[in-house]
């Protein structure tokens, strides 16, 4: 867990833990022979892959962006994925109660990405952030709410519509400010409507870009997750976002990267490299 200041902003990463992923379907067409060389299975071609939200403070309001894989998956995916639910307890390291987060953004709603927005008390569903304001996009509600058989395992009902039907969720259409400082944009690709964070202050950016690109192993135009229900469109917007990120140097905030979660990034040709992030310090 670690923090930098960006302007008037401290940004602090906060990880859910880790969980394991399959090694072919985190890097969809990409050749084994090819994607170990950055990535190292274990014998049951599975990834360590990491649960990165951000804690935003120094603003009027406490910002967390994404809420990991949360306590409620069915056991069938616990023994899958084997995921470690330490988001509150290292929000709690870091000084941050469940009570004090006014504002949280969903990227999108796939299950790892929104877990702990609610907790499960018996037959009760509520809130795990009681006074927090939860923003995601409509398109990408609406496509969960379909269950379509390609990707419906990936979207859990309790994670967002308990929200939706108390009013503490609103339904976003298209790109948004939220508070001063800190908008959504709109990255089609991984899904139709995934939206990434956008933080700016003092002339500094930052940028959560989500599943666009879920770790610095994913840098390339063509490496892409077998997720991804619009690889083409991923490749476009992956180039989109490489056109402003890199001439403007934006910090990028890489969601599944367990080992580097913020870097600055370059570009020689087509080949992108990232500069991992060497003074944030340990968050206290």
């Known amino acids: ?74 056991d069938r995916m616990v023994k899958i994925y084997c995921p470690q639910a330490k988001l ?40 795990t952030f009681p006074n927090a304001k939860y923003y995601v996009q409509e398109g990408e509600w609406r496509h969960g709410v379909e269950q379509n058989i390609r990707d419906r395992v990936s979207y859990i009902s309790d994670n967002y519509d308990p929200l939706i039907n108390n009013g503490q969720m609103e339904l976003l259409n298209g790109p948004r400010e939220i508070l001063p400082g800190i908008s959504v944009k709109i990255y089609p690709g991984h899904t139709r409507h995934m939206q990434a964070v956008m933080i700016e202050s003092g002339g500094q950016k930052a940028c959560y870009i989500s599943d666009l690109i879920p770790t610095t192993a994913h840098l390339d135009l063509v490496w892409g997750m077998a997720y991804d229900l619009f690889p083409l469109e991923t490749i476009d917007n992956k180039r989109r976002f ?18 580097t979660p913020w870097a600055y990034l370059e570009r020689d040709g087509e080949k992108i490299t990232a500069n991992p992030v060497t003074d944030a310090v340990p968050a206290d």
């Open 242 to 259: 490489y056109d402003e990120a890199i001439p403007q140097k934006w910090l990028v905030i890489f969601t599944h990267d367990h080992f």
């Open 1 to 74: 867990m670690h923090r930098l200041t960006l302007g008037d902003f401290e940004l602090t990463i906060v990880s859910d833990g880790t969980y394991y992923l399959d090694g072919g379907a985190f890097f969809g067409i990409i050749p084994k022979v090819m994607w170990e060389r950055k990535m190292k299975p274990d014998d049951k071609n599975r990834l360590v892959t990491g649960l990165n939200s951000v804690l935003i403070r120094g603003g009027k309001k406490t910002v967390l962006i994404e809420t990991g894989i949360g306590n409620k998956v069915p």
């Open 88 to 127: 509150l307890e290292n929000l709690h390291a870091a000084g941050t109660a469940p009570e004090d987060i006014d504002v949280v953004i969903n990227t999108h709603l796939h299950f790892d990405h929104c877990g702990w927005n609610t907790v499960r008390e018996g037959d009760r569903v509520r809130a």
